[in-house]
């Protein structure tokens, strides 16, 4: 049982619909999703493409469009953030929790000095001034591997690799030492050894500072390499939440099954979740979850 306190992130009965244009309603994207983020750990969440894992990761900062309808409690350190103001959310944003996207290009301006783009990150939130700032945002840049960050520091995005700019995103993000990390597919762009560095160093963070962190991924080497416990979602609902080591021995799920069973090699790393197999339709897992509680009711 989870108490309050150790508890950073909470879902309780999350759903959300898009409104669509058309005459048929539309599946809810996200269905009744309930989870708990325990202070300090990596949590991944896996599932194929459409599967609602951005979309749930959206309803913690407000990212969602107006056409979303979200139900439910998000709730972080206790404060429930569905509620809450733009001027609010501007203020968690960043503060108590920072968010990493799959592309860094798209985080950050591509006109600006990315060691600006860092210290304006620190002074949106604190009352420093700009040198102290300055040495600040090197000292992160330094902290996440940018070599010899001082003469780095001045240059724009576009004179860096892929590798590097995400590090200054996971740097900018890292700037107010958040509580919470939600990282959305943050290495799927990189090529697999700067993948593997980041996953490494996110995984170094969250021992240095205690960040827990939530990471979105299409692949299943990177839960057995970094995660703590792993929620797979399946038709935007949270089928099975078990450690990694469990979720790989003895998957309960039957989606989980044929998950696994379908990738052949699935702890390498690289290994990414295959699309579902076609039997699987919504359908067919409500049949399936009826199989799985009348076998262990057995
Ligand atoms: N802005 C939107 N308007 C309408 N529908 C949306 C919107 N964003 C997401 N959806 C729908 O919600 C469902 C879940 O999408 P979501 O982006 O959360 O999936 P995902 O698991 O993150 O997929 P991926 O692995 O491709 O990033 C999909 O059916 C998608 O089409
Ligand atoms: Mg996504």
């Given at each position: 049982?989870?108490t309050?306190?150790d ?5 309780t009965?999350?759903?959300?619909a898009f ?5 048929t309603?539309?599946?809810p ?16 969440i896996v ?6 894992k951005?979309?749930?990761a ?5 990212l969602l469009?107006s056409?979303?309808t979200v139900?439910g409690h998000v ?13 609010d959310?501007?203020a968690?944003r960043?503060d108590?929790?920072a968010?990493?996207f799959?592309?860094?290009?798209a ?6 000095p990315v060691?600006?783009?860092i210290?304006?990150?620190i002074r949106?939130?604190?009352?420093i ?7 600040q945002?090197?000292?992160l ?5 940018i ?5 780095r ?5 576009h004179?860096?690799?892929g590798?590097m700019?995400q590090?200054?995103?996971?740097a900018a ?8 990390l ?5 290495a799927?762009a990189?090529?697999v050894?700067?993948q593997?560095?980041?996953l490494?160093l ?8 205690g960040?827990?962190?939530l990471?979105?991924?299409?692949d299943?080497?990177?839960v057995?390499?970094?995660?703590d416990r792993v929620g797979?979602m399946?038709a935007?609902?949270?089928l099975?939440?078990?450690t ?5 021995a003895?998957?309960?799920?039957p ?5 696994l069973?379908a990738s052949?090699n699935?702890?390498a790393?690289?290994t990414?979740?295959?699309?579902v ?12 979850e ?7 009711a057995?």
């Amino acid at each position: 049982m989870t108490t309050a306190s150790d508890s950073v992130l909470d879902f309780t009965d999350v759903s959300v619909a898009f409104r669509s244009d058309g005459p048929t309603a539309s599946a809810p994207a996200v269905d009744g999703v309930s989870l708990s983020l325990r202070r300090g750990e990596i949590f991944g969440i896996v599932g194929e493409s459409g599967s609602g894992k951005s979309t749930l990761a959206n309803t913690v900062l407000g990212l969602l469009p107006s056409s979303a309808t979200v139900r439910g409690h998000v709730r972080v350190n206790d404060r429930d953030v569905l509620g809450l103001s733009e001027s609010d959310l501007r203020a968690l944003r960043g503060d108590e929790v920072a968010m990493i996207f799959q592309d860094a290009s798209a985080s950050l301006d591509p006109t600006w000095p990315v060691g600006d783009q860092i210290a304006e990150t620190i002074r949106a939130h604190r009352a420093i001034g700009r040198r102290a700032a300055r040495e600040q945002a090197i000292a992160l840049m330094t902290e996440v591997g940018i070599p010899d960050a001082a003469s780095r520091y001045g240059d724009a995005p576009h004179r860096l690799s892929g590798g590097m700019r995400q590090r200054i995103v996971i740097a900018a993000a890292l700037a107010n030492n958040p509580q919470l990390l939600i990282a959305d597919e943050p290495a799927t762009a990189l090529d697999v050894t700067i993948q593997a560095q980041i996953l490494q160093l996110i995984d170094r963070l969250r021992r240095d500072h205690g960040t827990t962190v939530l990471l979105i991924t299409h692949d299943l080497g990177v839960v057995a390499q970094v995660c703590d416990r792993v929620g797979v979602m399946y038709a935007g609902r949270l089928l099975e939440v078990g450690t990694a080591h469990e979720l790989f021995a003895r998957p309960t799920h039957p989606y989980t099954r044929a998950l696994l069973a379908a990738s052949p090699n699935r702890v390498a790393r690289g290994t990414r979740l295959p699309v579902v197999p076609a039997q699987w339709s919504v359908e067919s897992l409500h049949e399936s979850e009826a199989v799985a509680e009348a076998e262990a009711a057995q």
